[in-house]
Structures are given as structure tokens and as C-alpha cells.
């Protein structure tokens, strides 16, 4: 595994297309993410490559924890 330079493990990038198979989206919904700047990604001259951490992480923020019984009679 090759190491970045803070000597922790080389995120992988991703090409939009493969971002958007990782998200089971189309490729506009990554695209979109980039465009609205609510995903980090990185420039390489004219290409947009998207760190698999980034994805992970933007999947992290959106997770709903499922509420249990006493969570709903909490919420009422």
C-alpha cells in the first residue's frame, strides 16, 4: 500500500464516473456535489478526481440512525 506524505495510507481518487458508481448515482449527482462545493475534490489540470475518503465521509454525514420504541415515545 503506498503511503501518503504524512505517512498515513494513499487515499484513492476517483474519476466522477467512478464516484458516481461508488454513490450508485448517475455522474451529474457527483458532478453536482463538486460544483456546489459540499464534497472536497481535488484539481489535476483539467481533470476532477474525488478522494474515496470524501465519499465515505459525505455518506457518514448523511446516515440516519433508525429510532427505536422509546425514541418514538420520546419524540411525541
Known sequence: MTKGLDNTPADRL?????AAEYLNTSQRFPRRLIAERR???????????IPESALREFIAAGLVEPMTKSDVWRAA
Request: no cysteine.
Open 14 to 18: 476517483l474519476t466522477v464516473a467512478e
Open 39 to 49: 464534497i472536497r475534490f481535488v484539481k489535476l489540470g483539467r481533470f476532477v478526481r
